[in-house]
């Protein structure tokens, strides 16, 4: 493990893993630490060395100097840039692969919009950034929802009532509502989760670039969905899949929750 300094931003805490030759910068989900790509044991671990980072509020991974107004206005895009600069000082500017899960393929997305040029592979499970999942951007972007997100955020009683009607509504099911129960049960935990999707609010990638980028520089490209999953489903992912000349894509009979031991037994088979 190891801290990467990115100025304007803090240190970065990354978790280093595997037993493979080729470097693979991972970016976990929410709640996650980057450890979490250590149960794919048999399938990714032994073809990569995982350079597993921390999303901010997550881990070790630490925000320098940041105010709460900053972090609500969103990091610019630009930012992640740092993380490859940053990188390369450390370990010279070489060819390497990304991975994200959920909320963490934005990063990896908007690293090949910059570094397609010197990528080989890109894994994603479960990925956000293919489209937009409506109440994440009622939250973040609609008035309304930003004014909701922040009271509730500050309320004991709110976010529980909240999180148990949009289960009752549908939107989510038994176990997006226990995973998300999970991260907003102290105030600590609704801070870090209120700080973390307001810091990402503007990570989003331009996706026909990325389509394009891949297809140019012919970059191996491996799409994992759940089929019972709620929040990015493959369905909204297709018009992402069809501007892609050569693609690898699975869907298991999983939800969201699909970094486990059955996706390492899936592609191992």
């Not at 479960?126 to 609609?142: E, I, R, T, V």
């Not at 997100?149 to 976010?159: D, E, G, Q």
């Not at 509504?169 to 995973?179: M, S, T, V, W």
């Not at 870090?192 to 394009?212: C, G, H, M, Q, W």
Request: hydrophobic share 40%.
């Amino acid at each position: 493990m190891g801290f990467l300094h990115l100025p304007g931003l803090g240190k970065a805490h990354f978790h280093e893993y595997g037993s493979g030759q080729k470097p693979l910068l991972a970016f976990h989900g929410y709640g996650m630490t980057g450890k979490q790509f250590h149960v794919l044991e048999k399938s990714i671990l032994p073809k990569y060395h995982i350079y597993g980072f921390d999303h901010f509020f997550h881990g070790g991974s630490k925000l320098d100097g940041w105010t709460e107004k900053q972090i609500r206005e969103g990091m610019p895009k630009s930012m992640v840039r740092t993380y490859m600069q940053e990188w390369f000082r450390v370990y010279g500017e070489q060819r390497f692969s990304v991975m994200g899960y959920s909320i963490g393929a934005n990063l990896a997305l908007i690293l090949v919009e910059e570094y397609a040029h010197l990528i080989d592979d890109v894994l994603l499970m479960a990925p956000d950034g293919l489209s937009s999942y409506k109440g994440f951007h009622f939250l973040l972007h609609n008035p309304l929802g930003k004014f909701m997100f922040r009271k509730v955020t500050k309320s004991k009683w709110l976010a529980p009532f909240v999180l148990k009607s949009v289960r009752k509504a549908g939107f989510i099911d038994d176990n997006l509502y226990q995973i998300a129960y999970n991260e907003i049960d102290t105030e600590q935990k609704r801070l870090d989760t209120y700080y973390t999707l307001n810091l990402i609010r503007l990570l989003k990638p331009d996706v026909e670039k990325v389509a394009t980028l891949i297809n140019q520089y012919k970059i191996n490209c491996l799409l994992i969905f759940g089929k019972d999953d709620k929040l990015f489903p493959k369905s909204a992912a297709m018009p992402f899949i069809e501007m892609l000349e050569h693609v690898e894509v699975h869907e298991l009979a999983l939800g969201h929750w699909l970094v486990i031991k059955a996706l390492d037994e899936y592609l191992v088979q």
